[in-house]
């Protein structure tokens, strides 16, 4: 039997998610910010913060490690002392945290409401009845062992359920990241014909695309369509099957968008997140990850004007930071915000390290034993590929 893996909404819906008490709504950000350092004080080598890159400052401010996903779950075996991992992200970094920590570790999310649309765009169920019509397709090699020729090798991007990290490791798969993302495909067609990948079909796009693999290669799996909404023939032809989703973020920018910054600053470079649809990709400069992405404008040249496709606090972020030697600006003028990583609040964070001094734990992040195993093993194996 399918076990269902609830969403970070789904959860807050039957009233797992124990809301803000009423003591730390309206605090000013002085006293916020004095009473997380002490909590973080006392708690000392018991703690450890790790802290996304889309978070806000308020927040991130207080982090021992920031990175994106996968420099985060780097360091997540680097401390064995820390009874605790506080992840300010979102739901399903803070699963793969779990797994990735030791037994007496636990890993704590500020606020359960913090998920990821794109992550909750394929479930465990559609997955399943995606593999089973691949099969009835013909594509289908061995399944369940590691060596097998595989003719489609399933690859999920970190933004996804536990259970689909589980799905994939168990069948031959593997995790990757926006930093990995070519060297797990790499990997993946060393061993099978074929990439499934999901849930972001724009980075699986874009980075095949780079990798030299034609867009008549690729094709787009509906998962609430019967096989697809594909012929069997088109998916037997193809080398990437890439599941519709994506990420409500970086859809939002434009090739207008760029055509408007290069008008205003003549010479500029824009340089966009692979997960922004691909003929935004085309129309700029470069793309990378988060981490590409920082180190590209830092290591640039004094002078330099860039135009950044990413999540606002990141772009905001880097542009004091690079100031005034280079100048960073948003390719969306309004700026475009993830809605979820911003739910983890300061107000959040000084909850579960005041409980936490207090001996209470709050909305801890446990992933079912049945999954755990295998959503490790695709997990490592996306920590070792290079």
Known sequence: MQLKVLTAYERERLGERQPLPEQYVGLSDAEMDERIAHAKATLGRRLVILGHHYQRDEVIRFAD??????????????HPDAEFIVF???????????????????????????????????????????????????????????????AVVPVTYINSAAAIKAFCGERGGIVCTSSNAAATLRWAWERGEKVLFLPDQHLGRNTAYKMGVPLEHTVLWYPNDVCGGLAPEDVRRARMILWKGHCSVHTRFTVRQIETLRAHHPGIRIIVHP????????????????????????????????????????????????????????????????????????????????????????????????????????????????
């Not at 409401?113 to 399943?128: H, K, N, R, T, V």
């Open 65 to 78: 490690y920031i990175g994106d996903s996968y420099k985060l779950a780097q360091q997540v075996g680097k």
């Open 88 to 150: 300010c992200g979102v739901h399903f970094m803070a699963e793969s945290a779990d797994v990735l920590s030791a037994p007496h570790q636990q890993v704590i999310l500020p606020d359960l409401a913090a998920g990821c649309s794109m992550s909750d765009m394929a479930e465990p169920e559609q997955l399943e009845t995606c593999w089973f019509e691949l099969e009835q397709m013909g594509v289908l090699g061995g399944r369940h062992a590691e060596n097998d020729a595989h």
């Open 275 to 386: 997960e922004v649809p691909f003929d935004v990709v085309q129309a700029a400069d470069e793309s990378g990850s988060t981490e590409f992405i920082i180190n590209r404008v830092k290591a640039s040249p004094v002078g330099s004007v860039w135009g950044v496709g990413t999540e606002i606090h990141l772009v905001n972020r880097l542009a004091e930071q690079v100031y005034p030697e280079r100048t960073v600006h948003s390719l969306d003028q309004f700026g475009c915000l993830c809605s979820t990583m911003f739910r983890v609040s300061p107000n959040h964070l000084l909850w579960i390290l005041e409980g936490l001094v207090e001996g209470k734990v709050y909305n801890r992040i446990v992933v079912p034993d049945a999954q755990k195993r295998w959503t490790k093993v695709a997990l490592d194996r996306m920590l070792t590929v290079r």
